[in-house]
């Protein structure tokens, strides 16, 4: 599995028995605290090897600090987050590189394992599946508006909580399911990494954007004007394949290009199996998961529809 489907990482067979994951991402500081930081990080970069079906084993420090105007102990702050949620995800720290630069930049590279015939792809969904998304989305308003002050402490702080938790149990309840396609939401939104597999996969997705899960107040923080530098992008990405059967006001539509961090896990499963899917998710404490959406054959050009 290469770069051909925009898929979330890459995988290379060992033996009949072994493949590994491979991938790499890096961000800026959503937040001033450099544990979290690291957390968000840590839990961003190794997303993909779930995405795909994986366990990830090793993880290496891609790091950029300005060590002239920053602490030292900041540095070791963000190192800890992140160690602490590679330990979490079961994998080992082994090492990293680090150049100075004038911001922090802050990721890791990570190898996974998976077996040559049970990785999942962005590719694969069928018509008659149904989509299940994780984790809500709205953190990039979020972050951009707590820049005003404009976010209460509660809502802040369930964004950074849910940043930060891992996709691994996500992943887990999802396997011995019928999974025909995974992708993890991230910087190109729900609407741009929807479109990916709707392209990979050669189908229509439909959403219902009321059944889609929402952080508190980022709704409320587009109708007041806020934005990110990247959802302009996110909607050029999609451009003409997206429809509105919705009358929405323009603010409203921002929030499916909304650019995650660590998002949630966007699953194609066979609609009969979705109310099992859901009721295992919540069980091991994924509440936020809800059925968002599902599969359509495509007559043409593949296309997103939120209703």
Request: glycine share 10%.
């Amino acid at each position: 599995m290469g770069f051909e489907t925009a898929d979330d990482a890459g995988i290379y067979r060992l033996t009949d028995d072994l493949a590994i994951i491979t991938t790499a991402d890096f961000i800026t500081p959503p937040v001033d605290d450099g544990y979290l930081y690291g957390q968000i990080a840590a839990a961003n970069a190794i997303s993909d090897v779930y995405a795909m079906g994986g366990r990830p084993v090793s993880c290496l420090n891609l790091v950029s600090f300005p060590s002239k105007k920053l602490a030292p102990e900041i540095l070791h702050q963000i190192i800890s987050g992140a160690l602490s949620k590679i330990t979490e995800s079961g994998a080992v720290l082994a090492g990293g590189h680090s150049i100075e630069d004038d911001e922090p930049k802050f990721g890791l590279a990570v190898t996974g394992i998976v077996h040559p015939s049970e990785f999942w792809t962005n590719g694969g969904a069928l018509p008659g599946d149904v989509l299940v998304l994780t984790k809500p989305i709205g953190s990039g308003v979020l972050f951009n508006a707590n820049l005003k002050s404009w976010v209460s402490e509660a809502a802040l702080n369930a964004c950074v909580e849910t940043l930060i938790t891992l996709n691994k149990t996500a992943a887990e309840a999802l396997r011995g399911f019928d999974v025909h396609a995974v992708t993890d939401v991230t910087g190109f939104g729900l609407a741009g990494h929807s479109f990916e597999v709707a392209k990979a996969s050669n189908v229509n997705l439909t959403f219902d954007l009321d059944a889609v899960p929402i952080m508190a107040e980022s709704l409320q923080m587009y109708r007041k004007g806020v934005n990110t530098g990247v959802n302009a992008f996110n909607r050029k990405i999609v451009g003409a394949y997206l429809h509105f059967d919705k009358k929405l006001p323009p603010w409203h539509q921002e929030i499916i290009f909304d650019p995650q961090t660590s998002g949630g896990l966007l699953a194609a499963v066979p609609e009969a199996q979705g109310p099992s899917v859901l009721e295992k998710l919540h069980a091991k404490g994924v509440t936020q998961a809800r059925i968002i959406g599902f599969v359509e054959p495509s007559d043409s050009e593949p296309h997103i529809r939120i209703k």
